[in-house]
T-cell receptor, first 113, second 115 residues
Framework: GNSVTQMEGPVTLSEEAFLTINCTYT??????LFWYVQYPGEGLQLLLK?????DKGSNKGFEATYRKETTSFHLEKGSVQVSDSAVYFC????????????FGTGTSLTVIP | DTGVSQNPRHKITKRGQNVTFRCDPISEHNRLYWYRQTLGQGPEFLTYFQNEAQLEKSRLLSDRFSAERPKGSFSTLEIQRTEQGDSAMYLC?????????????FGEGSRLTVL
């Protein structure tokens, strides 16, 4: 079946620290992979995506690389800011998922000044 | 582009009552999704429309849940005979047909509280 597993939270970091949020997936075929972010009081919004193996998605200083050999799509940022405090969701979708999106459970990040 | 709009934003109801949520997707998007999200969990797929056709429905979805998208534009999600376990955030999302890489655009959700 299709599923996404994210590292447990919550994660608390000091400003300018390095961030990694782990995400691994199980899927039939070759799905597209996504990171969505949910800021407090707002809806989910796309942060970045990658559509095939070895692609790197990037946005707002965040990066994630589609690793087929390890079925992973870990999210990284070199220097987090207070404004990055949010819940981050890893997700997959593709033709073999019937165009459904499968989401992880989310990882809450709090960045303190 | 006004984004995906959902209403009401919050509904409090007594057990056994029926509730209906409405979703207005981004106008040019032909795909519309309903998800449910509970505290500490990611969005859980409920159902999906392409234009007015309901193409997929989660096996986890009770018969008390029904969704429609009669003209391929807005959609409604009705829950009959609500139970306390139905308390959750109901999310609507839309996307354009872009093969398997289409981004989902989410509304802010409709929070249901069943007393």
């Amino acid at each position: 079946g299709n599923s996404v597993t994210q590292m447990e939270g919550p994660v608390t970091l000091s400003e300018e620290a390095f961030l990694t949020i782990n995400c691994t997936y199980t899927a039939t075929g070759y799905p597209s992979l996504f990171w969505y972010v949910q800021y407090p009081g707002e809806g989910l919004q796309l942060l970045l995506k990658a559509t095939k193996a070895d692609d790197k998605g990037s946005n707002k200083g965040f990066e994630a690389t589609y690793r087929k050999e390890t079925t992973s799509f870990h999210l990284e940022k070199g220097s987090v800011q207070v404004s990055d405090s949010a819940v981050y969701f890893c997700a997959l979708s593709g033709r073999n998922t019937g165009n459904q999106f499968y989401f992880g459970t989310g990882t809450s990040l709090t960045v303190i000044p | 582009d006004t984004g995906v709009s959902q209403n009401p934003r919050h509904k409090i109801t007594k057990r056994g009552q029926n509730v209906t949520f409405r979703c207005d997707p981004i106008s040019e998007h032909n795909r519309l999704y309903w998800y449910r999200q509970t505290l500490g969990q990611g969005p859980e797929f409920l159902t999906y429309f392409q234009n007015e056709a309901q193409l997929e429905k989660s096996r986890l979805l009770s018969d008390r849940f029904s969704a429609e998208r009669p003209k391929g534009s807005f959609s409604t999600l009705e829950i009959q005979r609500t139970e306390q376990g139905d308390s959750a955030m109901y999310l609507c999302a839309s996307s354009a047909t872009q093969g398997s890489t289409g981004e989902l655009f989410f509304g802010e959700g409709s929070r249901l509280t069943v007393l």
